[in-house]
């Protein structure tokens, strides 16, 4: 039929009808044999949950090689059968050409009528052919197994996971392969692998979906020899015909991702940066080949059970259904770049988990500079409590353990609510199985959900926490003082939550697959679901509350006993900064200007203007399963339960959640060897997600972070007046977050390159040296970027806020200080006893006052601006933006005819004093010496952090005479 992919033909009638398909023959007429007939003997293999994962490798891949399934006598398909259409010289099946064994156990529950569970131990074995199944037809045994390609095989063994299947992909000669060996690849076996993906959308007579009984297999007694009926037949082109002797070299052409065994990666030689290893000398050189590696994702594996004893499952059971799809059932939550939507394709994956993995999110159980921060507060605690180094490990331990709620959420939960009481430390976050057992076997498993970070499972199960009937505070001042510091709730164990209606959701394959129901709640969409980890209050481990004290708001509400001796502040503030703007609808429920959390940082569209990309919005479905425009399948559930809508009304959300930290996805980036991560995308073959994500965040800084104006008149003879003003964009202070970001000002006045001669600097306010130092006129740091003290005074040295600039080393940084009791500068995150500066960036629509009820106290000064700043009416007002005048003498020398002042706004996520700080600290700590040889190494020529530091916006003016 012209136009049609698919055709399906069905066997009728009594009379005797004989088809030759793939050079086998099978009758129509053949009868259901009597119950009891032999259908072979058992396969003999352990269950897959009771050995160790390679030693089942073993033994499986061994059964397979030698086709010990046909030695058994097990029923096979009545010959090599299609799995989808074949046109044009391409495959659409779920599959390649299949011929399909079925153990004893199966096939008795087929003739059964599917009724029940398939016992544990049973097997179906596929047999992988190129597509399609006439190039084979007429081949005898010998040559058809010569031209076997691999297996798809699923093992019963309900004690492994929900689904209750062991499933494997070997190719023909498959030896046992270290998955967790660089570059990590996706495992050939396990359980909770992608295969659910399409065998979810199976059902069994009259089972509930996600019932004991409803099997995950599309077997059908039509296809196996001995049976009455014939296979579905598919449209077949004779296109196969003209490469037909090219088979063996035929690319493949399937709905599954490539299985191939990729090689270890060869990696150049990076020697260190001289200038970085004798500016940050506290540490030597040390190569990342010798450094404590982070255990790889493939180690990161924990399914659902079926026993429900599971609260939280790793990303990669979430990846099955919601990464992207490619050709030919796709693209699907995929932008090809090209005209080629095949496996491996140039593109952007925007779905949810291709995404997310490379956000700080998805990184934050492995981001490199929180476990180093971590290693510095420990070393800090032991130093102080070295003549009490009891009280120093419980500080230490309820530190650890209160970090982890946020950065290892899922296994800090999952630990928390089998071990109550206990604290979750290190160890059990960087714990791992046996390389050759199952990953995230035994209590391995929690440290699989911890370093799965803010996983899929965490945000999709928060839900309101509620509150007393009694408690009479407004509900915003109860949840911040009750729900913050990673002190989320979440919803029953099998509920799962989203933002779009349930009559708009298609539930059954995740019930399924995985035990948990999709469920709408509008709690994804506020910001505070954001704002239980975007609000972090820490106590000042070196500040006690003395019996003369004044009470700490704070610390009086603390839950943690270990904490209450000592005064808190707030260490991050982003949600309440959100809070108090303009964009808020915590307080005005029908703000007509709000803009949450994921309003701003999940985009509804892609633009990439490098490659002519533009998607406003996307439209797309968010889940690939084997939905009704697949090929024809047997047992498959209803085809309203399959049906996933495209969403085209703007409602598809990228999980990019874009932000400005360039720095971690370069270390990752660079070190995914030691970092443990895999970069190329095994659902679509990309090997481009680091950089597009890269790519998002610096989009997100030119775009959506802030806007610089300048302008320059000339008031005297040699004397230029340059005004840079400066707009923040974002709904929150800019920067936010942990403390030690910041961003500064460079003012430039320059002659313009001309006739071949480089542009000519002749002052400057806000340079830096090639490993973001600032630097002053002499090119030397200045005083001020390392608290150096001042000489007569002894104070230690910093940039105040300005509203004046005169020198070249005085400089506009963006930023908070923190001082500790005593009185130093300090970046260690439980000794911020006293702000001495915070400039940043205000959001629009601050006010000193709030928003309204619910914002109070200690959580309202925690979005002011230091005494300074608010002095400065930019501040004072909640415009957003702050306005700097520089008044500059030249040089009599110079040319003043041919002058432009540029003036350029740059972020830092990783400023050079932290740093220093960070490696001073802890020099002996693995995860310190980690980070100083990674930071040594890190190549940043063609890196848009080039010298340490992120354009974020830029202005330039031509200065007239």
Known sequence: MAGTTLRRRYAAGVGIVVVALSGVLYSSAETTPAAGQDYGRPAGLPLPSSVPLAKFEEKLFSF?????????????????????????????????????????????????????????????????YPAPAARHRGKSEAVLRASLESWTVMVKDSAGSHDGWFWSNPTAGQCVVDSHQDPFPYPVSGFGQYCVR??????????????????????????IAGFPGEPILFRVDDSWREDARKAKAEPKQDAHPSCARPKAVERPARPADLGFLNFFNSIGSLEPAALRRLPPETHDWAVARRDGSREFVTSNQCMSCHAGLMAPFGPSMYVPAGKTAEYGAAGWDVSPYGEWRWTPMGLAGRDPVFFAQLETEMRLLRDDYRHDPARGRELSETLTDTCLKCHGSMGHREFHREHPGAKFTLDHALAIADPADHPGAGDARYGALARDGVSCAVCHRMQPKPQPACDPRPYLQFFIETATTGDFTVGPKGDLYGPIANDQIAPYAMEHATGRRPKHSPFLKSAQLCGT?????????????????????????????????????????????????????EIDKANPKAKTCQDCHMATGLTDARRGLDRSPLRTRIAAIQDDTYPEAENLAPHAD???????????????????????????????????VRKDNFMTGSK???????????????????????????????????????????????????????????????????????ERVVWASGQTN??????????????????????????QLYQPHYEVITSPDQVQVYETLLLNAKGEFTTSFVR?????????????????????????????????????????RDYATGSGGDEVTYQIELPRAIDVTDLEVRATLYYQALPPYYLRNLFAAAPDGPATARLHAMASHLDLRASPVRDWKLPVASATTRLKR
């Open 64 to 128: 397979l090689n030698d086709r010990e399934y046909v030695r058994l006598g097990w029923r096979p398909d009545k010959g090599v059968r299609d799995t989808g259409p074949f046109l044009d010289g391409k495959s659409y099946g779920t599959h390649p050409a299949v011929r399909v064994y079925y153990s004893p156990g199966v096939v008795k529950w087929l003739v059964g009528g599917r009724v029940g569970k398939i016992p544990d131990g049973e097997m179906i074995v596929k047999e992988q």
């Open 832 to 872: 911020g006893c006293r702000t001495v500066k915070d400039n940043r960036l205000l959001p629009r629509g601050w006010k000193p006052d709030g928003p309204g009820p619910g914002l109070t106290g200690r959580y309202l000064q925690a979005t002011h601006p230091d005494a300074v700043a608010s002095a400065d």
């Open 198 to 223: 399409c065998h979810a959308s199976t059902r069994s007579p009259g089972a509930e979906a996600s019932g004991a009984n409803n099997e995950y297999t599309f077997a059908s007694l039509r296809n």
């Open 533 to 585: 980890c975007h609000t972090v209050t820490l106590p000042n481990v070196d500040r006690p509350i003395a019996p003369t004290d004044p009470p700490d708001e704070l610390a009086a509400l603390q839950t943690v006993p270990a904490y209450r001796r000592f005064h808190h502040h707030v260490e991050q503030s982003t949600y309440l900064e959100w809070l108090n703007s303009e964009y808020e609808n």
């Open 770 to 795: 090639a490993l973001g130092v600032l630097i002053g006129a002499d090119g030397r740091p200045l005083p001020t970027e390392f608290f150096d003290r001042d000489a007569a005074t002894g104070s």
């Open 642 to 676: 399959l049906h996933v809508r495209v969403r085209e009304d703007g409602s598809y959300r990228r999980h990019n959640f874009s932000g400005l930290n360039v720095f971690l996805l370069e270390l990752f980036n660079q070190f995914d060897d030691v970092l443990g």
């Open 688 to 758: 481009e997600d680091v950089s597009n994500a890269i790519q998002n965040f610096v989009e997100t800084a030119r775009r959506d972070t802030a806007d610089v104006r300048v302008a320059a008149a000339w008031p005297g003879l040699n004397r230029l007046t340059a005004r840079v003003a400066v707009r923040n964009k974002a709904g929150h202070r800019f920067p936010s977050g942990v403390g030690f970001r910041r961003a500064f000002l460079e003012l430039t006045v320059y002659q313009p390159a001309r006739g071949g001669q480089p």
